[in-house]
T-cell receptor, first 115, second 115 residues
Framework: AQSVTQLDSQVPVFEEAPVELRCNYSSSVSVYLFWYVQYPNQGLQLLLKYLSGSTLVKGINGFEAEFNKSQTSFHLRKPSVHISDTAEYFCAVSLRAGNTGKLIFGQGTTLQVKP | KAGVTQTPRYLIKTRGQQVTLSCSPISGHRSVSWYQQTPGQGLQFLFEYFSETQRNKGNFPGRFSGRQFSNSRSEMNVSTLELGDSALYLC??????????????FGNGTRLTVT
């Protein structure tokens, strides 16, 4: 079975400071990795994805994430956050093998950017 | 391109009733999946349809069912509603192949409240 653990339920940070949202996963088979963001009263929007190749992936809105296979982690980072980045962030995995797009999500991390 | 459209946006039902939620995927997308989001359980996979066939199902009771039509539009139905079914129900569509490396595009969800 696969599981995703987001290590922080809430992350408060001041505007223009850097931030890291941590995600670890557990799987006996290879997975694809995703980060999604959810703004209040909205659905989820894809930030970035790791499929293969370079372990550092860049996404929208200045976010990037690094895949670390040995530590089974996929932490999300941004060098300087804005008030508008306040939202809930979800890490997710899908199985590489298998004919399905099913995602397994972590519990989410609420990023609260303070002025 | 229009995004994923879910209707209705909000719904209030009484215990014991049944409800049908609708989802129109992005044009050309053939895979549609449904997720339940609650504060306690987070995002949980309900089921996935591809070309009118259910190809994956989550761990939910039989009261939860769905279907997909030839135009890829999907509906999910919950019968004999319970208070615990109160949640945000999210629909997502992905590509023409619905493979695991295809990102999901989410609608804004239907907020179901059971009283």
């Amino acid at each position: 079975a696969q599981s995703v653990t987001q290590l922080d339920s809430q992350v408060p940070v001041f505007e223009e400071a850097p931030v890291e949202l941590r995600c670890n996963y557990s799987s006996s088979v290879s997975v694809y990795l995703f980060w999604y963001v959810q703004y209040p009263n909205q659905g989820l929007q894809l930030l970035l994805k790791y499929l293969s190749g370079s372990t550092l992936v860049k996404g929208i809105n200045g976010f990037e994430a690094e895949f670390n296979k040995s530590q089974t982690s996929f932490h999300l980072r941004k060098p300087s956050v804005h008030i508008s980045d306040t939202a809930e962030y979800f890490c997710a995995v899908s199985l590489r093998a298998g004919n399905t797009g099913k995602l397994i999500f972590g519990q989410g991390t609420t990023l609260q950017v303070k002025p | 391109k229009a995004g994923v459209t879910q209707t209705p946006r909000y719904l209030i039902k009484t215990r014991g009733q049944q409800v049908t939620l609708s989802c129109s995927p992005i044009s050309g997308h053939r895979s549609v999946s449904w997720y339940q989001q609650t504060p306690g359980q987070g995002l949980q996979f309900l089921f996935e349809y591809f070309s009118e066939t259910q190809r994956n199902k989550g761990n939910f009771p039989g009261r939860f069912s769905g279907r997909q039509f030839s135009n890829s539009r999907s509906e999910m139905n919950v019968s004999t509603l319970e208070l615990g079914d109160s949640a945000l129900y999210l629909c997502a569509s992905s590509s023409s192949t619905g493979q695991p490396n295809s990102p999901l595009h989410f609608g804004n969800g239907t907020r179901l409240t059971v009283t």
